[in-house]
């Protein structure tokens, strides 16, 4: 995947304005991974948001949303192909994972050069008309900036990885690495994540608490498993010891975060995903010139701060 040149996005709605084609009927897929996730449904919301912007401009849109499953990967694939026989006009991708999504897109969507827009993650081979995606990199340097304000040089700290073909997730862990080690934190090799999920997270914690007793801090790229990571540490009466910081937000892990037990939360706008998406979409179907990579930045959720986040919808579902 081509380097990103990161840049603040700008309104594309407005500027698209110009493009739309009149009295137009498109039919458009949205598949997601882990659809269930706060994080999803606030994506897929932005995009339902500016379909119905697209559709008081005279261009109606016919949007599937397809869940590809909450651990299920393959699953996406099949949908992939199912959104195609369904004789979709353009396709906007979650991937959940960089590697199996985009052979669909190369043999398939590529194939009838129908257009592909990526919202989250990328993919590592295929075409794509535009990627959506936040600085990962960055927003992993922001949870190691703020881990290091919480404990000594020389602290051992550990990211709890799940995904090795995930390269959100893998960027994220970089960009926590390096920048851990250039603010003098002893980083530990990753810990190992069996799934997405609460339970993995905790098991995963409570096998590190074996093997680094000592471990003062832990990151991970997703909040189910920063969440899972607090209660085996609230089960080994050592909750508070280890100092937790996750990417991503639900309503479970903003109320852990308010009352101190997740330390940070690194946060996204999967709306303005999922937003700029079908405008993306619609705008190149329409005939108009696109962007080809939107960089989107992060905020970082602390107990401090957190009456600031309380109306992100990931928070109120809305």
């Known amino acids: 995947m081509r380097m990103l040149k990161w840049a603040a996005s700008v309104a594309l709605a407005t500027a698209f304005a110009t493009s739309v084609a009149s009295a137009e009927d498109y039919k458009i897929g949205y598949s997601v991974f882990w659809g269930t996730n706060p994080f999803l449904v606030t994506m897929v919301n932005g995009a339902k948001k500016s379909a119905e912007e697209w559709k008081a401009k005279g261009v109606n849109v016919d949007l599937i949303v397809t869940n590809g499953g909450d651990t299920d990967k393959a699953k996406q694939v099949s949908d992939l192909e199912d959104l195609n026989a369904q004789g979709v006009d353009g396709v906007l991708i979650f991937p959940g994972d960089s590697v199996m999504v985009a052979e669909p897109i190369k043999n398939t969507f590529n194939a009838q050069s129908i257009p592909v827009v990526i919202t989250d ?143 940070a939360l690194v946060v996204q706008d999967p709306y303005k995903m999922g937003y700029e998406g079908m405008n993306i979409v619609l705008t190149k179907l329409g005939g108009g010139e696109v962007p080809h990579d939107i960089g989107l930045g992060t905020k970082l959720l602390t107990k401090a701060n957190a009456a600031e986040f309380a109306e992100d919808p990931q928070v109120t579902g809305k």
Do not use: C, W
Not at 161 to 171: L, M, R
Not at 201 to 227: C, H, T, W, Y
């Open 121 to 263: 993650i990328g993919i590592r081979s295929g075409k794509y008309e535009s990627l959506i995606i936040t600085d990962n990199y960055k927003g992993g340097q922001q949870a190691a900036d703020y881990m290091a304000t919480l404990l000594p040089k020389g602290s051992k700290v550990v990211t709890l990885d799940h995904a090795p073909t995930n390269d959100n997730g893998q960027t994220r862990q970089k960009g926590f690495e390096d920048r851990a080690k250039e603010l003098g934190l002893e980083v530990l090799p990753e810990q190992p994540v069996a799934f997405l999920t609460l339970d993995a997270g905790r098991q995963s914690m409570e096998d590190l608490l074996v093997s680094e007793p000592d471990v003062k801090g832990a990151f991970a790229f997703n909040q189910l498993v920063i969440q899972g990571a607090y209660q085996a540490l609230e089960q080994a009466k050592k909750a508070g010891e280890v100092k937790l910081i996750g990417f991503d937000l639900d309503p479970v892990s903003y109320k852990m975060v308010q009352d101190g037990k997740i330390d």
